[in-house]
């Protein structure tokens, strides 16, 4: 069964860091789309970044110069870099990975910054 496993969530202050990470297994990593969403109470899911297996990043206009997407192909692991936090970025965090069949959502870490 496929399920990614985040964690790595918190309470952190304004203007603070935290690093995401996300654990997948039962998929070919390598060659697998991630990407991480979140959820801010209220709101609608929203695509934070992505990473395909050849390297290529994306990010939301919200997150730009302050997130970075990365994976680590050895450990089955994508990871989220996020810096210069801000209260609008308090939200549960998820992972997604993708294959040829359907997409596999993780159960959320939540990430909390205070106003």
């Known amino acids: 069964q496929v399920q990614p496993v985040e964690s790595g969530g918190g309470l952190v202050q304004p203007g603070g860091s935290l690093r995401l990470s996300c654990v997948t297994s039962?998929?070919?990593?390598?060659?697998?789309?991630m990407a991480w969403y979140r959820q801010a109470p209220g709101k609608q899911r929203e695509l934070v970044a992505s990473?395909?297996?050849?390297?290529?990043?994306y990010y939301a206009d919200s997150v730009k110069g302050r997130f970075t997407i990365s994976r680590d192909n050895a450990k089955n692991t994508v990871y989220l870099q996020m810096n210069s936090l801000k209260p609008e970025d308090t939200a549960v965090y998820y992972c997604?990975?993708?294959?040829?069949?359907?997409?596999?959502w993780g159960k959320g870490t939540l990430v909390t910054v205070p106003s």
């Open positions: 039962g998929i070919i990593f390598s060659i697998a789309p």
């Open positions: 990473i395909v297996s050849g390297g290529s990043t």
């Open positions: 997604k990975g993708s294959d040829t069949r359907m997409d596999y």
